[in-house]
């Protein structure tokens, strides 16, 4: 059982397209993180977001706590954005991660 | 700059041969924690410490341990490492794990034969 859930889990875009990510959680929690790994392996921090919605440049992070869903955009995507992006949701004192959308935004 | 330092990059060992991977933090962060990521798994917890001299277990603690004798510092130990504990690593520190980023390390690739 997963307590996190991502779709999709791989996602081939042309480059100026809209995407969306999705994120489900079972477990309770007060506020969930998007982060991005790229190839080389290193992971940042995105957003974290407890309602409403986020934006960071064409990045637009939305959440509804109460049917515990957030999905991440990338507006006019990009092929810098190909990575993997990543929700985390954090409750009591840990981390439970989705297993990642795969981006790839082709020129 | 602020950052975590996590060493080495990669490490390639055999079954048995205790190892040490090192995190530090210059960000003052009470809570840090230790992942492995696997294919097809994603990122689990394996340890997290929410301040000195406190730590707890995650999800797959098996076959590790940690100490957190100072703020900065939370290293990993495989005491007797096995070819199961071949993944990527990371450690990252939080300010405040729900409403603060996660800063994590580049990472130790790690490879038990």
């Known amino acids: 059982k997963n307590e996190v859930e991502q779709s999709p889990q791989n996602l081939t875009a042309q480059e100026g397209e809209f995407i969306t990510i999705n994120c489900s959680y079972s477990v309770g929690i007060s506020a969930l993180h998007w982060l991005q790994q790229h190839p080389g392996g290193g992971i940042v921090s995105l957003f974290m977001l407890s309602s409403g919605k986020k934006k960071h440049g064409r990045l637009i992070a939305t959440i509804n706590i109460q049917e515990k869903h957030s999905s991440l955009h990338i507006t006019a995507s990009h092929p810098r954005d190909s990575a993997v992006y990543i929700c985390?949701?954090?409750?009591?004192?840990?981390?439970?991660f989705g297993t990642g959308t795969s981006l790839t935004v082709i020129p | 700059e602020a950052q975590v330092t996590q060493n080495p990059r990669y490490l390639i060992t055999v079954t048995g041969k205790k190892l040490t991977v090192t995190c530090s933090q210059n960000?003052?962060?009470?809570?840090m924690s230790w992942y492995r990521q696997d294919p097809g798994l994603g990122l689990r917890q394996i340890y997290y410490?929410?301040?000195?001299?406190?730590?707890d277990k995650g999800d797959v603690p098996e076959g590790y341990k940690v100490s957190r004798k100072e703020k900065r510092n939370f290293p990993l130990i495989l005491e007797s490492p096995s070819p199961n504990q071949t993944s990527l690593y990371f450690c990252a520190s939080s300010g405040d794990r729900i409403f603060s980023p996660l800063h994590f390390g580049n990472g130790t690739r790690l490879t038990v034969t």
């Open positions: 960000m003052n962060h009470e809570y």
């Open positions: 410490s929410m301040n000195v001299e406190v730590t």
């Open positions: 985390a949701a954090p409750t009591g004192n840990q981390f439970y």
